[in-house]
């Protein structure tokens, strides 16, 4: 049975876009060169400029057709990448081995019991000094206001949505510096942006988060 982002991937080419996040790339001079772990890597668009400048890229995601199109704009480009097809819950991330952990657009997609999950698993798949690079939707998001007038909340910021059955998850600020209170901060960014990526224009109220773990001083 063909999951959702299967489908969305099959009708669509380049859902996402074709450019790496801005705030990503601003600061990629501070990622140290090593590896880099792109969850929910789609067709590539963010791990790209790391290819480009040496990093080994392992990209996980859940549709075949994604991954067979981000494998396409690698190969183009003459660059490596090592892709797997996983549900991210399910994925078990490599501990202490990652210099730059990717996941944008993604996060939203669980309950909270699964954001839990992943997050821990990034928490300990980054090196000392590796960094964070976090994007989701936030309570900003138009759907977010037509969901709590439509439908009721499972968990708080949470709905379940029955045609595409799958959680989808409205972050907060406060949310996502408490998951990673302990990590020095490097960006943190929330607001209202006009989408001229994909399909017909749209809002999307989102958070951007980029911090480095911290070395452990003994």
Known sequence: MENDWEKYYKNSI???GSMPDFRLIQYLDLVSKGNVLDLGIGEGRNSIPFAVKSFNIDGIDTSDTALSQCKEVFDKQGLNVNL???NL???????????LIIIANVLNFFNKLNINMIIHGIREGLKEDGI???????????KYSELNISQKQVE??????????SYVHYFTQNEITEYFSDFELICL????EYDISHGNPHYHGGIEFMARKKRIIT
């Not at 708080?156 to 059955?165: A, G, P």
């Not at 960014?189 to 209202?192: A, K, L, R």
């Open 84 to 86: 797997v097809n996983c």
């Open 132 to 142: 964070l690079y976090l994007s989701v939707f936030s309570t900003l998001e138009p």
């Open 156 to 165: 708080e910021n949470t709905f379940y949505l029955e045609e595409r059955n």
């Open 189 to 192: 960014y929330e607001g209202i």
């Open 14 to 16: 380049g859902i996402c």
């Open 89 to 99: 819950k399910d994925y078990n991330i490599k501990q202490d081995n990652y210099n």
